[in-house]
């Protein structure tokens, strides 16, 4: 892992030169001290970093920030003034500014992460505040700079939709450990109280499963990249298992494919991808049974739709294809699958406002889930008879 270069962010040091000066009355009481901008061009930073710095020295009411004319040195007789709610240092600067929240994201695109953008930049208007958004490509590593750079930067919260992988790396055990206020997305952290929001991803799974047997389909294959400890993954098995248990319906966990990669950011090139459509038209061919194909995510549902193809069978008439998402198709250049929708506007904007009552020192629901809903499109139909016979 890449220490950091320095053992103190910049906005600590302007934050102690600043107060020093103050302390030795370089700056005396009621004086104008440097604006964000002359302090950024001080000392070659974004005016970010030298926002945080401002607001440190706020939060120790060394100075006082008044809208539309700068920030002064602030009187230690005057009572300073308390936000609703607050408490501690968070709680006590006066809030004359935007503040900023740093987003830590894999990837988006159109089949997954657009909405989720969309959703916290309106509510980032909406609350006056900045999004800063850093992409890691599922790679731990490229997430534990991301978060260590946005703290140098000076961000007062984040947002973080983690990357695949085993565990949560140790710079979210930190944020968690040291109560920074922090947001994950899509997943949650297994016994630790870190906020964290997503779909209902059991429920969502269950009810698309009960669509495929209600459609007639019993002998369905689960379609999915290797679970690795990835709540949403996890999630969505499990409510494919309990909606079988709850039919009646034994699991064949021979009918399923869970190591198809090429869908994961950090694995995406054409020999990955064509050597997991080669994967399921193998798979396909060895288990003429199937009738249904449930792919945990839209890309993966592209890939089970080539392969089905490849082998002259046709959808939904030979085999039907579920999934999670599916692209609007508005100019009708894209095929729409069966899906789950996830309101993913929702899941961004809320993402935001939690992230920001912890900033002021709110308590937030530990776990959020949202609704999914089922969109029937092209790709689903009655389950073929006599099939593999």
Not at 88 to 110: C, H, P, Q, V
Not at 215 to 238: C, Q, Y
Not at 270 to 296: M, Q, Y
Not at 325 to 340: A, E, I, Q, R, V
Request: contains cysteine; glycine residues 8%.
């Amino acid at each position: 892992m890449n220490e950091p270069t320095s053992s103190k962010p910049m906005y600590e040091k302007i934050f102690d030169e600043v107060k020093e000066s103050i302390l030795t009355q370089a700056y005396r009481l009621g004086e104008r001290v440097p604006s964000e901008k002359e302090l950024a061009e001080t000392y070659n930073v974004s005016r970010i970093t030298s926002k945080k710095a401002l607001e440190l020295l706020a939060a120790e009411h060394l100075i006082v920030r008044k809208p539309g004319r700068g920030s002064f040195v602030a009187d230690p007789a005057t009572e300073p003034q308390e936000l609703p709610g607050g408490s501690g240092s968070r709680g006590t600067a006066i809030n004359t500014e935007e503040k900023t929240i740093g987003l830590i994201i894999t990837d988006f695109g159109n089949s997954y992460g657009t909405g989720l953008i969309y959703g916290m930049e309106q509510a980032s208007r909406d609350n006056d505040c900045f999004l800063v958004l850093r992409r890691t490509f599922g790679i731990p590593e490229n997430e534990e700079q991301s978060i260590q750079k946005l703290l140098n930067l000076g961000v007062d919260g984040l947002i973080i939709f983690p990357a695949q992988g085993e565990y949560f790396n140790a710079e979210i055990l930190k944020l968690v450990i040291g109560q920074f206020p922090l947001v994950l997305v899509d997943r949650h952290l297994k016994g630790v109280a870190a906020a964290s929001i997503s779909s209902d991803n059991l429920q969502a799974a269950l009810e698309a499963t009960e669509y495929l047997f209600d459609l007639g389909h019993t002998h369905i294959s689960f379609l999915s990249p290797p679970p690795v400890d990835t709540t949403a993954v996890e999630d969505r098995i499990e409510g494919f298992i309990q909606a079988h248990a709850q039919r009646g319906i034994m699991v064949d966990k021979e009918l399923w494919v869970s190591d198809l990669t090429s869908t994961l950011p950090k694995f995406f090139n054409p020999d990955n991808i064509e050597r997991d459509i080669a994967r399921l038209i193998s798979h396909l061919e060895s288990h003429p049974s199937i009738t249904a194909l449930f792919a945990i995510e839209y890309n993966i549902a592209l890939l089970a739709k080539t392969a089905v193809e490849r082998l002259g069978l046709r959808i939904p008439e030979d085999i039907s294809i579920i999934c999670f998402d599916s692209p609007p198709t508005h100019l009708g250049g894209g095929y729409s699958f069966t899906h789950m929708r996830q309101n993913e506007e929702e899941m961004g904007r809320i993402a935001v406002e939690n992230v920001l009552s912890l900033m002021n020192g709110h308590s937030v629901p530990h776990k959020v889930m949202l609704e999914a809903k089922l969109i029937p499109g092209s790709s689903t139909g009655p389950a073929a008879r006599n099939k593999g016979h």
